[in-house]
C-alpha cells in the first residue's frame, strides 16, 4: 500500500467548518469513468502527488456508471457492484479519499461504503428522492448546478439535502447553456452559492464542454480549460474539479474535454500562486 500523504487528505469536518481563508483549496480529480486499475493508479498517484506540492486538498474522482451518455453505444463503466469494489481499492492503494457519482437513489447506500463524498450530475440536481438518498448516507454531497439553473435555485438542492439530514454539501458550477452546443461560465455564480451558506466548487473541464456538439458525443475545448481555472481561483473558488487521462484521446469518456495527465501539475502551481496572491 501507498503510504498516506497527510498534506493531500481531505478533512471533511476542517474543510466544511474553517473560515474560507483557512481551509486549503480543494481538488476532485481523476477520470470520467473508471478505467483499468493501473490507469487510475497512475492518474491518482500524479495528481495527489502534485497536490501535496501546491499545498491542496485531494479526492480521487471516477464513476463507477455514466447513465447520462449521449449515445446509448457509449461506455458506461463496470457498473455499481464491481465499481465500487474498484474504488475502495483505489482508495485504499492511493491512501487519498474518493468521490463518485450517483445516478439513482437506489446506488447511495452501497456507494457511500466504499467513497467518502458522493457527487450529484448536473441534470440531476434537482431530482429530490436522490437528494434525500445521498444525505441519508451521512457523507459530504457535491451537486452540480444544472446547466439549465440560475445559481440562486441551487437554494432548493441545499434545501433538500439539509432536510435529509447533510450537514456538509457542496455545489458545482459547471457552466450554463448558452444556446445550442455551448456552455458559457458566470464567475459570479462563484460568489452567489457561497451567499447560500456553502463552499462552491468550479469544474474546470466539463465548463470547456460543446455538448452534443459531435452528434452522437459531445465536443470540447480543453485548450481553454486552464484560463477557467485561473478565473475561478482568482474569483474565490473553494475547490476545483478536473478530469485527465495519460491519453485523452483514448479516454473511455469525456475524451474532448479531459485533460492531459502531464499537464495538470503545472495548471495545480499556477493555481496555487494565484490563491496566494488573492489571500495576502
Do not use: W
Amino acid at each position: 500500500m501507498t503510504r498516506p500523504h497527510p498534506g493531500s487528505l481531505f478533512d471533511s469536518e476542517a474543510f466544511f467548518s474553517r473560515p474560507l481563508r483557512d481551509a486549503p483549496l480543494l481538488v476532485l480529480g481523476g477520470l470520467c469513468v473508471l478505467e483499468s486499475h493501473e490507469t487510475c493508479l497512475e492518474v491518482g498517484e500524479t495528481l495527489r502527488d502534485a497536490c501535496l506540492e501546491a499545498g491542496f486538498s485531494y479526492l480521487f474522482k471516477a464513476s463507477f456508471d455514466k447513465a447520462n451518455r449521449s449515445s446509448i453505444s457509449g461506455f458506461r463503466g463496470p457498473g455499481l457492484e464491481k465499481g465500487c469494489d474498484q474504488l475502495a481499492r483505489l482508495r485504499d492503494a492511493l491512501s487519498v479519499p474518493v468521490v463518485t457519482d450517483i445516478h439513482e437513489a437506489s446506488q447511495a447506500a452501497r456507494a457511500a461504503q466504499s467513497v467518502d463524498m458522493l457527487q450529484i450530475p448536473a441534470f440531476l440536481c434537482r431530482q429530490t428522492d436522490l437528494l434525500a438518498a445521498a444525505a441519508m448516507t451521512g457523507k459530504p454531497v457535491n451537486v452540480k448546478k444544472g446547466q439549465f439553473m440560475a445559481p440562486s435555485e441551487m437554494v432548493n438542492a441545499l434545501s433538500k439535502l439539509k432536510e435529509g439530514g447533510c450537514t456538509r454539501a457542496m455545489l458545482t458550477e459547471r457552466g450554463t447553456f448558452f444556446g445550442y452546443n455551448r456552455l458559457v461560465n458566470d464567475f459570479t455564480a462563484i460568489a452567489d452559492m457561497q451567499a447560500l451558506g456553502t463552499r462552491v466548487c468550479f469544474d474546470v473541464t466539463h465548463s470547456t464542454q460543446l455538448p452534443g456538439a459531435e452528434g452522437s458525443s459531445s465536443g470540447g475545448r480543453p485548450e481553454r480549460a486552464e484560463l477557467l481555472a485561473r478565473a475561478a481561483v482568482a474569483a474565490g473558488t473553494d475547490a476545483i474539479f478536473l478530469e485527465c487521462h495519460p491519453e485523452p484521446a483514448r479516454a473511455l469518456s469525456d475524451a474532448s474535454t479531459s485533460l492531459k495527465l502531464s499537464s495538470v501539475r503545472s495548471l495545480l502551481l499556477t493555481l496555487a500562486r494565484i490563491r496566494a496572491a488573492i489571500r495576502t
